[in-house]
C-alpha cells in the first residue's frame, strides 16, 4: 500500500454529502473575500480612468465633490455658476492649452447635450473622431461611441430639468444639430453624451452667446462683456507645474479650482475604511468556516475509527494512515480555496456589468495579489490543520479502534 488517493477517493465518494457541504463552505468564505476586494479595486480603477480628461477643474464656490461628480460622471445636479470672468481669465492664462466650458441642461433621448469647445471634444487631437469630424460651426455636433445616430442625423434638443411654458418649449425646439462626427470609445458615461457648440447651448437658454450680437464665431477668445457663467471648466495645463499654479491662480472668492484626483482620492479613502470592515468580516467568517468544518471532520474521522484501524491491522504504516487523512482534509481545503478564488471572481464580474451602467464607467476586473493572498492563506492554514484530525487518529490504540 503506497498509494493513498484510492482510499482517498473511495472515502470522497461514501461521503458525498459532507465533502460537498465542506467544500461549497470554504468556496463561499473565500468568494466573498475576493469578491469584496476585486469590486472595490475595479470600482477605484475605472472611476480614476474616467477623470483622466480633467486634469484641472474649476467651478464656482461649494462642494467639490458635487462638482466633480457633475462635470466628470455627468451626474447631472443643479449647481451654481462660475462667472464668466473666471472663464476668460483661465482662457487666456499662462500655461493654458485650453479651458474648456461645460453647460449642461438638455438632452436628446435621453443622451446628455453638453456644450463646449473644440479643443476639448477632441482633447486637443488626442480623440480624432472615428467617423467625420468635429463641429467647426454652430448647428454641428459630434457624439459619443454609444449615441446609436449616423453621421448627418438632425438632433432636436429635449428640455427636462425645468417646466416650461409652451412658447418657451417651442423656441427651444426651434434649434437642432446636425451629427458631423463620432468619437472613439472612452469608456465611460462621456460615450454616451452629444457634444456641441456651447454658444449654441448659451443661446438655447436665452443666454449671451460670449461673443457679439451677430457673430457667428464659436470658441475663444471671448467677449467678456458677452460671456454667461457656466457650471464647469475643464482647464487642459501645458505641464504639471503650470497646474499647480493655475490651480492656485484660480482659486479665488469667485471660484475653486481643484484636480479631480485630490476628490476620488477622499472617496477612495472612505470605500477604503468600507472595504477593511468588509475584508475583517470575510476574514472572520473564513475562521468560522475553517473551524466548523475542522469539527465536521474531526467528527467524521473519530466515527471512521475503525476503518483507519483495520488499515493498520492489515499491514498499513502509521505514515501512511496519516498521508491518508491529511490528504483528504487538505484537498477538500485547498480545492474550496480554489473553487472560491473562481467564484469570487465570478461574482465581482457580475456585480460589474450590473453597476458599470448605472455608473457610467467601465470596471476593470481582475484577480490581484490581494485575493490571491486570501485564497492561499486559507489554503496553507487547510495543509497545516489538516494534520490535527490525522494525528488524533493515530494516537489511538489499533485493538480501541477495531473495537469501535
Known amino acids: 500500500m503506497f498509494n493513498p488517493f484510492p482510499i482517498v477517493f473511495a472515502d470522497y465518494r ?3 454529502l459532507l465533502v460537498g457541504i465542506t467544500l461549497a463552505l470554504i468556496a463561499l468564505a473565500v468568494a466573498i473575500g475576493v469578491a469584496v476586494i476585486a469590486q472595490e479595486r475595479a470600482l477605484r480603477q475605472g472611476s480614476a480612468r474616467a477623470a ?5 477643474l474649476v467651478g464656482a464656490p461649494g462642494s467639490p465633490t458635487q462638482l466633480v461628480l457633475t462635470s466628470v460622471y455627468l451626474k447631472l445636479q443643479s449647481i451654481p455658476l462660475v462667472s464668466g470672468e473666471v472663464l476668460a481669465r483661465a482662457s487666456t492664462a499662462r500655461g493654458v492649452r485650453y479651458a474648456a466650458p461645460i453647460a449642461f441642461g438638455d438632452n436628446y433621448r435621453g443622451h446628455p447635450i453638453v456644450g463646449t469647445i473644440a479643443d476639448f471634444a477632441s482633447r486637443v487631437n488626442a480623440l480624432p473622431p472615428v467617423e467625420g469630424r468635429l463641429f467647426a460651426q454652430r448647428g454641428e455636433a459630434v457624439i459619443g461611441a454609444d449615441v446609436s445616430l449616423a453621421l448627418g442625423a438632425q438632433i432636436h434638443p429635449e428640455h427636462g430639468a425645468h417646466h416650461h411654458d409652451d412658447d418657451e418649449d417651442a423656441h427651444k425646439h426651434a434649434l437642432s444639430y446636425t451629427v458631423v462626427g463620432r468619437l472613439p470609445a472612452r469608456h465611460n458615461v462621456w460615450d454616451s453624451a452629444i457634444l456641441v457648440p456651447v454658444e449654441d447651448v448659451w443661446t438655447l437658454h436665452e443666454l449671451p452667446s460670449g461673443h457679439p450680437a451677430g457673430s457667428t464665431q464659436i470658441g475663444p477668445p471671448w467677449d467678456v462683456t458677452q460671456l454667461p457663467g457656466v457650471p464647469a471648466i475643464a482647464v487642459k495645463p501645458e505641464s504639471v507645474a503650470a497646474a499647480y499654479g493655475l490651480r492656485g491662480q484660480l482659486r479665488t472668492n469667485e471660484s475653486m479650482a481643484l484636480f479631480p484626483a485630490e476628490v476620488l482620492n477622499d472617496l477612495y479613502s472612505t470605500l477604503g475604511n468600507v472595504r477593511d470592515v468588509m475584508s475583517l468580516l470575510a476574514i472572520a467568517t473564513q475562521i468560522l468556516v475553517v473551524v466548523a468544518v475542522l469539527m ?4 467524521g474521522f473519530l466515527a471512521r475509527a475503525r476503518q483507519f484501524a483495520v488499515l493498520r491491522a492489515i499491514g498499513a504504516g502509521s505514515n501512511y494512515v496519516f498521508t491518508v487523512i491529511w490528504l483528504e482534509v487538505s484537498l477538500l ?26 455608473m457610467g464607467f467601465a470596471m476593470p476586473v481582475s484577480i490581484g495579489s490581494e485575493e490571491l493572498l486570501l485564497a492561499t492563506s486559507l489554503a496553507a492554514s487547510g495543509l497545516l490543520i489538516a494534520t ?6 493515530l494516537r489511538r490504540p489499533v485493538a480501541e479502534g477495531l473495537k469501535a
Open 333 to 358: 481545503v485547498v480545492s474550496g480555496a480554489a473553487i472560491g478564488l473562481l467564484l469570487g471572481y465570478a461574482a465581482s464580474w457580475l456585480l460589474m456589468q450590473w453597476i458599470a451602467p448605472r
Open 52 to 56: 483622466d480628461d480633467f486634469d484641472l
Open 14 to 16: 461514501r461521503n458525498r
Open 296 to 299: 465536521a471532520l474531526l467528527v
Open 388 to 393: 490535527l484530525p490525522a494525528w488524533l487518529s
